[in-house]
Structures are given as structure tokens and as C-alpha cells.
């Protein structure tokens, strides 16, 4: 676990580049305008962002996750990033059978979560669930506020 002040997007930038580097292939879907936030944050740091389009209405398809990286058969992608509980939307993805599609593909991407909006507030299992790295923010789900700095 590492802890750092920065807010979720420091959180998101993190997890990328501690995971990735420019120019690996992540495969992340469109939940919601959090999901998208994400998918900039990624393009920025060079890299290539392979955007599932969604409807804002529905977590991530776990048969879409399985499909495409059935597809992949170089496996040139390097990490699934989803997002737990979508903030804009309230919809959730099925972060266990996100993981069992990846299984079932036998693929050796990453899962990353971003649980900003949910650690603390929905049930959420890393270990269990067979995560690789959690995003979290004291910002989100805990409702926690930033320490304020103390005036000499």
C-alpha cells in the first residue's frame, strides 16, 4: 500500500505510470465521465488508450473485456482499467467477473480498479477479487477532507 497526498487524478496518474510506460497498450471502457477523466489522463502519458465506448447506463461488459482480449493475440495490451462505481452515473462494473473474463483469456493484463467513489462505502475485496492495483482517494467514498496547513 502506498499512501500520498495528491487527489484521484494523482491517484489515476500514479497507478499508471508505477504499472505502464509509454506507448503499452490499456484497455479501458467508457461508464462514465470518471471512466473518461481516466482515459485522458492516460493518453497524456503516452499511452495507447484502447477506449471501449458504453452508454453511461451499464458497468463494464465482462464478455466485452473477454472478447477483446481473445483478440489480442500478441498480447500487446498490458492493463484493464475499470472503474468500480462510476461517481457521474452510479453505475457499477462487476470487478469479479471483470477478472474471470481475463482469466477465461488467459491474458496477462493487469486489472487496475479505481474505487474512489466506492472503497469504503461498497463491498470491495482486492485480495479476493484478484486485483493488481487500487485507486483510491480519502476525497471520494471516505468523504475525508484534506488536512488543512497549519500558519506559522
Do not use: C
Not at 502506498?2 to 496518474?13: K, L, Q
Not at 481473445?70 to 452515473?89: C, F, G, K, M, Y
Not at 493488481?132 to 480519502?138: I, K, L, M, P, R
Amino acid at each position: 500500500m502506498v499512501i500520498f497526498p495528491a487527489s484521484g487524478t494523482g491517484a489515476w496518474e500514479a497507478a499508471l505510470v508505477n504499472t505502464l510506460s509509454p506507448g503499452d497498450r490499456v484497455l479501458m471502457f467508457e461508464t462514465g465521465h470518471f471512466a473518461t477523466l481516466w482515459r485522458d489522463v492516460a493518453a497524456r502519458l503516452g499511452l495507447e488508450v484502447d477506449f471501449v465506448p458504453g452508454d453511461w447506463r451499464h458497468g463494464v461488459d465482462p464478455a466485452l473485456v473477454e472478447q477483446k482480449l481473445t483478440d489480442d493475440e500478441r498480447r500487446d495490451i498490458r492493463a484493464v482499467a475499470v472503474v468500480h462505481n462510476e461517481t457521474s452515473t452510479g453505475v457499477t462494473s462487476r470487478v469479479t467477473e471483470v477478472r474471470k473474463a481475463i482469466d477465461r483469456a488467459r491474458h496477462p493484463a493487469l486489472l487496475l480498479v479505481d474505487t474512489i467513489s466506492s472503497l469504503a462505502s461498497m463491498d470491495y475485496r482486492h485480495d479476493q477479487w484478484g486485483v493488481d492495483v487500487t485507486v483510491a482517494g480519502s476525497s471520494g467514498a471516505w468523504t475525508s477532507p484534506w488536512p488543512a496547513r497549519r500558519r506559522a
